[in-house]
């Protein structure tokens, strides 16, 4: 029931029609009797930037989600942003702080990092290779970098794109070791599709699956089904691998953390989940 006292949180994008985190957030807070609630709200890219500052004014504002397409240009309206989102280049979290400023993250590549986690694998010190340095993949790398990892290797058809990345990395985390410009998967522990080929039936892998190594964790960020034909052909190989729609799942309880909430678990929130 939303009253007087409920907390705001707006997911803010455009266009909203296939918005998940309401059905995920929602049944969640009603179960653990919170007095919150996430309301999608549809904002045009021209709107955005005077539509932030205004519905932070709101007096029972606590949050908002930002999705596509504000998550860049949301960094330019916060007055502190994490180190994360600064890797990135991007935010999806926004609160307001105590003192009034309004304070951003990313927690895209979170997720991805929670799941392998979870699963048991290590991080620290493992090398990792990400083809694809777009907007999800600048978040895993940021959130793989803050890991600890030893190794990053990033490949882009875009080259820009790829080195931007690769400077921003090596700005914040100067002692990871990061390289550009192969898509060669072969002795790394961690390989991660983070390049949208896998949305359309005609697509061609991301990389050669036949150089990943068997013992490799597999990594992938397609949501359209849970097993891409790349994530078919590394189940082949016998790779542990973690499918798209768990970096969904896998980011909530850092977003309930961000925003003082009491967290939960993954599987909780699939189990919960009206999606």
Sequence with gaps: MISGTTKLIAHLGYPTHSFKAPLIYN????????????VPMGCRAEDYPEFLKLVFRLSNIHGALVTMPHKISTMALLEDVS?????AGAC????????????????DGEGFV???LRRGRQLRGSRA???GAGGVG?????????????????????APMMNGLAERLRLHYPALN???????????????NATPLGMNDTDPLPLDVSRISPSAFVGEVVLKQEITPFLAAVRARGCEFQVGIDMLFEQIPAYLEFFGFPTTTAEELRAIARV
């Design 27 to 38: 049944p969640y807070f009603e179960k653990h009797h919170i007095d919150a609630v996430v």
């Design 83 to 87: 180190k994360n989102a600064q890797v």
């Design 92 to 107: 999806n979290a926004v609160r307001l702080g105590a003192d009034g400023r309004l304070i951003g993250d990313m927690f």
């Design 114 to 116: 929670r799941g392998v």
């Design 129 to 131: 290779m990400m083809i």
């Design 138 to 158: 600048s978040a895993i790398a940021a959130s793989l970098a803050q890991s600890g990892i030893a190794e990053l290797a990033l490949y882009d058809a875009h």
């Design 178 to 192: 990061v390289t550009t410009g192969s898509a060669d998967p072969a002795g790394f522990d961690i390989v991660v």
